[in-house]
């Protein structure tokens, strides 16, 4: 294969792959699944925030509490 | 699998303890554990080793192993809140009127009085030291060991009651193993129940030992008084009911702006109020 066209190609690999990333990108700013922030939950009471990390339930009866004493 | 339960009183508050695999005996026994230790370092009791030490006057006095742990833990929390957690508060706790235990401001035989305008503390370093076996305390101040002490022995007592198992002492508590079926601990907190594992919680507010408007048992160490926050009440999760406290006490003394910042930083959860 004549050098030119390795050149030619490898010219346009680089080109697509940059205009394509760049539309990936500004086509996905922010995955809205990513757990960049933990979710807060707003009630009367007040704001519950729990990271990904804690599974939580608003079926299960707990067996204890926290509270102020 | 449903687990062993015992529910006592101590520390001024109602205590729980679960645990599986645990026989009623052995809950009883750290329950009686707890009752001890609140007898050597209530405040309340002048002939408790914590009185004891507050009467030193400036000199260094032989203290426990349990006392130095806790005066250690003392000078801990004050490092972790940057100053917020403050066991040097018993004096700016006195003058708010905070001089008898809540079982007898409810009966009715004391009535608290306020009485001095305070100035902010000094850092807790500066007036009390720790050294193996003894401590030494600067003349004038005293300490309150009840901003730490919950957490502190829910931490202790789940490591005397077995790999699974919950110390739950009026409402800071720890919840250590997999639970009883295996996802981990169930806790009410913040209005959902969470599991923990090997994790603490517990909970700071403003809204219970009151004794007059703004006048509470949580001293901020920046004006010496009763604390004036835009948060009523903070219930945290970290890696130890010790941790927990702290953190707790922390973001309410901060108020809501600083507070959710500063749990950010140090907590996978948390609840505000309001």
């Known amino acids: 294969m004549p050098a030119w066209m390795l050149k030619l190609t490898a010219c346009l690999l680089t080109g697509l792959a940059t205009v394509g990333s760049a539309v990936y990108v500004t086509g996905h700013l922010k995955s809205p699944s990513a757990p960049l922030h933990p979710p807060v939950v707003a009630t009367a009471a007040g704001h519950l925030t729990l990271s990904p990390s804690i599974k939580s339930s608003d079926d299960q009866q707990p067996l204890t509490f926290t509270s102020v004493s | 699998m449903s687990p062993e339960h015992l529910e006592f009183e101590a520390l ?9 695999d645990c026989d009623a005996r052995s809950l009883a026994e750290g329950a009686a554990w707890v009752l001890e230790l609140h007898r050597r370092l209530t ?92 401590a030494k305390l600067r003349p004038g101040y005293g300490i309150d060991l ?14 005397r009651l077995g790999e699974n198992c919950v110390v739950n002492l009026g409402g800071d508590l720890y919840a250590r193993g997999i639970g009883p079926d295996g996802e981990g601990w169930p806790i009410g907190f ?52 010790t941790d927990a406290e702290i953190y707790a006490k922390t973001a309410l003394l901060l108020g809501r702006q600083s507070a959710e910042f500063y749990l950010e930083q140090h907590c996978p959860g948390w609840w505000l109020s309001p």
């Open chain 2, 12 to 20: 001024g508050t109602v205590c729980q303890l679960y645990a599986v």
């Open chain 2, 43 to 134: 405040r309340f009791d002048p002939s408790s080793e914590l009185s004891a030490f507050n009467a030193s006057s400036g000199a260094w006095v032989r203290v426990s192993a349990t006392l130095e742990d806790l005066l250690r833990e003392a000078l801990y929390a004050h490092d972790l809140s940057g100053g917020l957690v403050h066991a040097g508060v018993l004096h700016a706790l006195l003058a708010a009127g905070y001089t008898h235990t809540f079982a007898e401001v409810e009966s009715g035989r004391t009535t608290p009085r306020s009485t001095i305008v305070l100035d902010p503390l000094p850092a807790l370093s500066d007036i009390l030291a720790v050294a193996p076996g003894a």
């Open chain 2, 146 to 159: 009840g901003g730490i002490a919950k957490g502190w022995l829910a931490d202790r007592l789940a490591e």
């Open chain 2, 190 to 241: 913040g209005g959902t129940t969470i599991y923990l594992r090997d994790q603490g919680a517990a909970t700071s507010g403003t809204n219970k030992r009151r004794w007059g408007p703004d006048l509470h048992h949580l001293v901020d160490p920046r004006t010496g008084r009763p604390a004036k926050s835009n948060l009523e009440e903070v219930s945290v999760i970290a890696a130890s009911g």
